[in-house]
Every structure is written in structure tokens, then in C-alpha cells.
């Protein structure tokens, strides 16, 4: 069996590692670097540069770089290189095509499979993305591990026999991620996960920056700010000057050429302490006590009853962090795990519990939590765009939940059960998930009957919802996906008459359509959006051109359609 990876696919860096007797070993690259980069570049001669040397191309043709593309993942936002626009699920297979190779050399085996680690804050839209960039790098992606659980879970292995609720506070590059666990007889289950994604090294960066900036301001004169080499330089400078800080009381920023003023080179040189550091980013800090606040309230425990604190990503190494922790929960944060390699051996770990290539004596099991809010639309008095939760946000999974619903129409025979995923109150405005029908209702007055809609979340991120009409048993149900990449795709399909399929689904589709304004239909909301989706679906398969598909989509039209006498 192949051997499968764990890599963390961070904002600034990335990591791989691998389980070998039992451990998890971190692998290097060719230079013997653990850490790299996460740079993606195009050199002079148009060829791909990836890790350090992107890193250090950054500084000096920042236009044919990109470094912090994780960023950008699933905002549908292109990254330019030069002339030409990257997805950033391009720029992150560049990447992970190259942990790729290094490691199938390092490892002299062809390595196509991984478990890649993600923020616990990604959506369903950030994780399909890491997914595809997986794919695209010719890795096939087994599992998708949350960041703070990976982390736990390295701590986990060394610290089996405790029994405690352990807090991972994972201040990376460019995302904050709190999570709450409970290990108890070597089970670790999440129970809440929050945070902020846009909090992270890279702010404390563009602190200093400010500040030196003002500083180099008022001393000449000169905004650097409007200066992309000068910009450059100070980013480089800045971070370089926080790491220091991290174990020096200060730090003196010399940068000697940074611009020029009336032909001569004005050099930017500051001394900065780590208190005034800390006065400046201070601000930053106090955004981590929010989502902690939150995730502890989500997963119903008190700050008291924290047994461990674990401290992950690069930005955990600054004082003041391990510093405010102690002063907000009352508890110092432990050292137990390296931060720059916790999320990447609980990735491998992660792997080798799929493996089997950890033994089943030493082997944890891991549960993990549902991040979003699941349920379906209702009806009520008040409105039929309810959003009513069958899973709320942060329960374990694996998990079943269900809950019972009343028929809301006289004579109703049927149920579309529209299944939503978020956390606004009114179903439309939360992320559709698919639907389904059930037929076969008893036809009495409303509220007469009865339908319980049954979800089931498994680990793999795979959701079932079941209905099933209480008085004659009859079920219908659908799986979810929650990593299909597919779900998602909305195309125009306005120009399905072009397609060469138009003529065998005409009939149907003009049924369909005329049925549709019918007022009756439109008065009821329910089915008016089941028919829309099924239209919907049978035209993309003839844009698509795809025969299976469209026959497929025009049996369950044409049901429906039958259903309601037309
Ligand atoms: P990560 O995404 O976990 O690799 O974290 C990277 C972030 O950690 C970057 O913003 C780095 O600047 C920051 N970082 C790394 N080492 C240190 C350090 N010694 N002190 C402060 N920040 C650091």
C-alpha cells in the first residue's frame, strides 16, 4: 500500500512529514530544510520556482511572485505573475507539487497520496479548493485535518494517558484558530472550533511597518509607503525585526538605502524595543480573547476547567502572546510540542491511523466537529424561509440528529426537503446543499402528518439526510457531499437550445417551464424551487453536454411533473 503523507499547507510555510516506526519524522528537501516557504514564482526565464528561492526572488521581482496565496484561497480572486493571472488553487498545486517531489525523493518512493491540514475556520469553499490544489498536484487527498486538531493530536500521541480538555491556540501567518478538545482513555474529540482568518503574523508585520514607516515619515519627509522596493525592503526588515524580538529586549532596524531624496540615499534606522512592540500590536492580541471566548461558550466549558494549553504557529513565539493567554485564562500555555511542526505530524499521524500504519494499541481515535450550522427549510406562521437547525454548528462528528416536522399544507402529498448549511436564520441566505422529495404523504389536513428529516454526519465529511413519513414508513433520502467539489457549480444555462442534446429534451423542458407559471405552483414555494432546481439540473447536463446526466435529470422531472397531474 503507498505510502500516504501529511503535509501543512501553511500561509507563510509548509511542511511535510510522515510516520515511520510508529513517529511522526518531518521530512527536508534537497537543501536539508524542514520549513518551506510557501513562494511561488516565475524566474527570468520563465521557468517555476517554488520554497526558498521564490522566497527570495519575492524581494527582489515581488510582481513575479506570490507568497501568502492560502489567503487568497476560495475568494475566487486571480494572482498575477508578470503578465499572466494564476487561481490560487494553481499557485498551491505549484507548491504542493513540489513538497511532491521532494518528498518521493526523500522517501524513494512515488508518493501520490496525502492528508493535507486546513485552518478550522476554512469553509466548505476554502476546503474543496485545498482539495483541487491536491489533485491538480497529483496528490490524492484522503483526508482534510483542521489545523488545531492535527496539533493536539501529535501532542496527543506523546501524552495518551491524560485525561483533560486541552485548549490549541494556533496563531499562524495569516489565520488565528482556537479549538477546544477533550481526550479521555486516548479518545480526542473536538468540541468547538472558532477563530479568525484574518488575523496573524502577517498583521504584527504591518504594524511595524506603519510605525517605521511614520517614523521614517517624520524624520524626512519621504512616504515609503508609495515605494514598492522601498515597501519590500520594509516588510523583510519588519519581520525580521518581530522575530528578534521575540527573544531580545530590542532591535535596531537599518535598512541603509532604503530611497532617495533629491538624488541622495536616505537610509531607514530605528531602534525598536519590545515594549514599544508590544504597545503596538497589542490591539492585535486582544482579537484572539473574542473567538476564545466563543469557543468555550460553544463547547460548554469554563476557563477553569482547561487542563493544557498548546501553542501552535510561527506568532506563538512572541512573548506577549504566551503572556496574555496566562493573564486571560489564568493558565500557562504549555511547551509540550514544537510549534512550526505540531500541524504536520498530526497531519502524518492523521495518515497513519488511515494506514494502519500506526498500531491499533497506540492509535487515538479522532472525532472532529461540524464547523457550520446544518438544517433545512421550514415553514411557519410567520414565514416559509425559515432556517430550521437539525445539527447546530460545532457538534462532534460522527453524529446523528433528527427532528420531527409537521405537513403544512392541506391535502399536501409531498415534502421538498431543501437542506442548508450557515448560520442566518433565514434559510435562502445560508449556502443550499442539494434537496430532495418525498412522496406518498397521506393526504389530510395540515399538520396531520408527520415527516422526520434524519441527518447523519460522518467523519469523512459525508451527510445523509433521510425523511421518513411516520405513519406509513415511506423514506426518501440524499448524500451529501460536503467535499464535492461539484456541488457548488452554478453555470448559465440559458444556452441549453445551442447544446447538440436541445432536441431529445425539448418536450420536457417546456412541460416543465409552463408548469412553472402556473400561479398555484408559484404560491407555493416549496415546490415551485424543487421544480426550478430539477430544470435546473436537466439543462446544465445539456450545456455540459452530458447524456447520462440529462436522462437521468429528465426522469426525475418528468416524476414530479407526473406527480402534479400536469
Ligand atoms: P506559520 O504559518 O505557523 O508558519 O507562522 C508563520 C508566522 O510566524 C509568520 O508571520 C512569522 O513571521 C511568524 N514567526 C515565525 N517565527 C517567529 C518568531 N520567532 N517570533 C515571532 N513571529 C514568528
Redesign the pocket.
Known sequence: MSTIIGIDL????TEAAVIREGKPVMIVNLDNEVIIPSAVGIDDRGNWVVGERARAQFLLSPENTAIEVKRKIGTGEKIMLGKQSYTPVALSAKLLEYVKTYVSESLDEEITRAVISVPAYFDDIQRQETVKAGMTAGLQVERIINEPTAAALSYGLEHMEEESHILVYDL??GTFDVTLLEMFDGVLEVKASGGDNKL???DF?EKLMEWLAGRFMEKHGVELRKNPYAMVKLKEEA?RC??AL?TQDSYHVLVPMIVEKGGQPLALDELVTRKQFEEMTQELIERTHQPIDIVLADSGILPAEIDRIILV???T??PLVAEDIKNYLNMDPSKAVNP?YAVAQGAAIQAGIIQGSIRQEESLVMTDVNPYTLGIRARDAMTDDRMSVVIPRNVTIPTTRSHIYYTSGDYQTMANIEVYQGESAIASSNHFLGDFVVHGIPAKKAGKEKINVQFSYNVNGMLEVRASILSTGAEASIEINMMDEKKDERIDVSGWKDSSLAKQFRTAIRRAERVLKNTEVQADHFLETALEERLYFLKKALVTEDLDAAEEAEEELIDMLDMLND
Do not use: L, P, Q, Y
Open positions: 501553511g500561509t507563510s510555510t499562524g501567518g496573524g503574523g502577517r508585520d519581520e518581530k522575530k521575540s504557529g510561527g506568532s513565539r512572541m512550526d
